[in-house]
Each structure stands twice: as structure tokens, then as C-alpha cells.
């Protein structure tokens, strides 16, 4: 999954929604998918935000920091790998980038993308179901100073993982070698922006060649394809150059069809699903390659302009849903409305015929983008025991 942005309505959104159970609220942010989160073997996320609740000096806009309970939200969800390298890393300056480290330690929340100067990209190595991962991470760049060691650090001097497109290749290529499967994780390209640009195909592609089996990129907030490659031993590597957000404040002011569709793309998001296998091939051949692979798509609710909200004066309400089952309920919803509708029910019915004709939208929306070659479908929720 894609950006984990904390401004500040969705950190309010998680206080209004706290209880004993879901870690301060934040596990309400998310709760409606959570199930496919942990369904997986591996989840990974992009954690962009600080977690330095000491080192802290307060958020604002563009500038993030969030509790450690946000990222044993994110953990106790079934999240498993977090990115740590992307721009707002240094948002607290130096303490607060070795403190989300040491929080992330003592959460036992593994990170790739910062480290001991040197080997700060990885490889993050990863024992599973008899396959031996490495994951690599960088970032393009960060908002604020920070990264430098220090004159005398105390061994070893931490530092975050900036990108170098050589280096990088350089790096996959040692992975591969001592690793079943590499995945890349990568935060660049431009913002808000529905297409990769050169650069970023170019380098994907030689990352693949370098031998990554599975490149994720981050950063433009809104979703970018997703792209098969052929390498040349034969093998197919899967490029998602954008994942977009997955849980943010963006878009808030969106009105399905009032507002332009495009405007609402910073709320669209997807979980991508990787199968990574090792195949027999007889004859004493053997090799790990990409078995499988589909996407599900996320929306992001947020009543910001929700009048019924502004009637009770509330704080708005954030929360990650999956398209598929938010569009089954309401259907369910309008099934069981008599023909014709009462009276009594029909601005009910009206927002729920609006609320269905936005999933509709959106799903399609996304499918534009990514592509419907690898679209999947989000299985029904499992009832509660």
C-alpha cells in the first residue's frame, strides 16, 4: 500500500475514535481493510511521518510527526515493512529521525531505508515460506537537513537512504546475488502528477534488469500505472511507479460530480497484491520469479463537507475503505427499499444511489490509471465471531 500521511484532521480523526482496543483511534483509520492487510505473508507500507514524540517540535502543514500508536496501529493491522525513506523523514530534524528508529525498534516494526551510514539503502533480508527476500529502499530527497553525520557520532552514525540511480543498480545487483527475490522501494517523481516521467521508467527499468523482481514507487500522492517488464532472462518484473495515498486529509473538499473526477485522485488508492513464487522446472532447474499479481481498490472517506457532520459539529471523520465492499453494503442498502421508494426514504435513497454511483466512479477511475489487466476484487468481509 501507498502513503501513510498524518496531517493533522486524520490524527483528530483517530483521537474522536479512540477506544481500548485500536491503539489511541488510529486502528479506526484503517479498520475496514485491515483484514486484507494482515491476509498477506508480507505488508508494506510507506510510513510517511516522523514518529518522535519526544524529540518532536509540533506539526503543521508539510511538516508531520505522529505517536508511536500510529504505527502499532499499523503493525497490530497486519503491516509488517514500512519505508522509512521519503521526504518528510527529517521533518523533526536529526532527534526525531533516530527516534522514529528507536520507536520502530521497540514497536519491533521493521524499516528499510535508514541505517548505519554505508548500508542505510539494505538490504533489509527477510526469511519467508522458504524464500529469501531483500528489500532495498530510497528516497529523492528530504525537506529538511539532517542527513549529515555528525563530527563525532557514537558509532555506528545512522543515516537515511538517498537515492542514486547508479549506486542503486549497483546495490540491487549485490542483493540479487545473495537473495531468492529483491524488492525496490523508491519515493520519487513529481506530485500529483498521473505519469511517471523518463527518468523513472528508465531507472525502473534497469532496476529490473539489475534483478528486482518487484519495484514500488511513492511520493506523487495520486496513483500511476502499473507495468509488467520483461527482462531479459526471461523473468517479469512488476513496476508500480506511484501507489498513491493511503490514508491522507487530501481531496477533503471533494463533491462527487460537482467537483472535476481528477480532483478527487489523491483519495483513490489500491492495495497491490504480489505472489512471489519458486518454480520446478525438471531437470535440476529451479528459479523464484512472479506468480501472481492484482490490485484492489481503496477509497478514502472524509466528511469534511458532510452537512450532517456540520450539524452536529463535529470533527471530521477519516477513514480507508475498500471500494468493493463499501459499494456492496450499499447496494444491499438499496435492495432491500421497497419499489417505489416511500416517501419517508427518499433522500435516504438519493444519497445512497449518489454514495453507489461514487464507488462505481472511482473504481473506474483508478482502473484508468493502473490499468484493468491485473484488477482484482476485495473478497466480503468476514462476519465477527
Request: contains cysteine; proline residues 8%.
Amino acid at each position: 500500500m501507498g502513503d501513510v500521511l498524518m496531517h493533522g484532521a486524520v490524527k483528530d480523526a483517530a483521537a474522536d475514535h479512540r477506544a481500548a482496543d485500536n491503539d489511541d483511534g488510529y486502528g479506526f483509520l484503517w479498520a475496514p481493510v485491515a483484514d486484507l492487510l494482515a491476509g498477506a505473508d508480507l505488508t508494506f507500507a510507506n510510513l510517511e511521518t516522523p514518529i518522535a514524540p519526544r524529540a518532536g517540535q509540533g506539526s503543521r502543514s508539510f511538516v508531520f510527526n505522529a505517536p508511536p500508536s500510529a504505527a502499532r496501529a499499523l503493525k497490530r493491522a497486519g503491516v509488517d515493512l514500512v519505508s522509512v525513506a521519503n521526504n518528510h523523514l527529517f521533518d523533526q530534524g536529526r532527534p526525531g529521525f533516530e527516534e522514529t528508529l528507536q520507536e520502530l525498534d521497540a514497536l519491533g516494526l521493521p524499516y528499510l531505508g535508514a541505517g548505519a551510514a554505508g548500508h542505510e539503502a539494505g538490504p533489509r533480508t527477510v526469511e519467508l515460506n522458504g524464500l529469501r527476500l531483500a528489500f532495498l529502499g530510497y528516497a529523492y530527497g528530504f525537506n529538511q537537513g539532517g542527513n549529515a553525520c555528525p563530527a563525532r557520532p557514537a558509532p555506528p552514525c545512522l543515516k537515511a537512504s538517498l537515492l542514486d540511480p547508479d549506486r542503486a543498480v549497483a546495490d540491487v545487483a549485490a542483493a540479487a546475488r545473495q537473495a531468492d527475490a529483491v524488492v525496490v522501494s523508491v519515493h520519487w517523481g513529481v506530485e500529483y502528477a498521473g505519469q511517471p516521467r523518463e527518468p523513472e521508467v528508465e531507472l525502473a527499468h534497469r532496476l529490473a534488469e539489475a534483478g528486482a523482481l518487484v519495484v514500488l514507487g511513492h511520493h506523487p500522492h495520486v496513483l500511476q500505472p502499473l507495468e509488467l517488464y520483461r527482462r531479459a532472462d526471461g523473468r517479469t518484473a512488476l513496476i508500480a511507479y506511484s501507489l498513491g495515498n493511503f490514508v491522507s486529509n487530501q481531496s477533503r473538499h471533494y463533491v462527487h460530480g460537482v467537483t472535476p473526477p481528477a480532483v478527487g485522485a489523491t483519495r483513490d488508492g489500491l492495495l497491490l497484491r504480489v505472489e512471489l513464487v519458486r518454480r520446478d522446472y525438471g531437470r535440476g532447474v529451479t528459479q523464484v520469479e512472479l506468480g501472481g499479481a492484482d490490485w484492489l481498490p481503496l477509497w478514502t472517506e472524509n466528511d469534511t463537507d458532510d452537512p450532517e457532520r456540520r450539524a452536529r459539529r463535529a470533527r471530521p471523520s477519516i477513514q480507508v475503505v475498500s471500494v468493493d465492499r463499501a459499494l456492496a453494503a450499499v447496494q444491499r442498502e438499496l435492495a432491500a427499499l421497497p419499489d417505489p421508494v416511500p416517501p419517508a426514504e427518499q433522500a435516504r435513497y438519493v444519497k445512497l444511489r449518489q454514495r453507489e454511483e461514487l464507488y462505481r466512479a472511482r473504481r473506474a477511475a483508478i482502473a484508468a490509471v493502473v490499468g484493468e489487466d491485473l484488477e482484482g476484487e476485495a473478497p466480503p468481509r468476514a462476519p465477527a465471531p
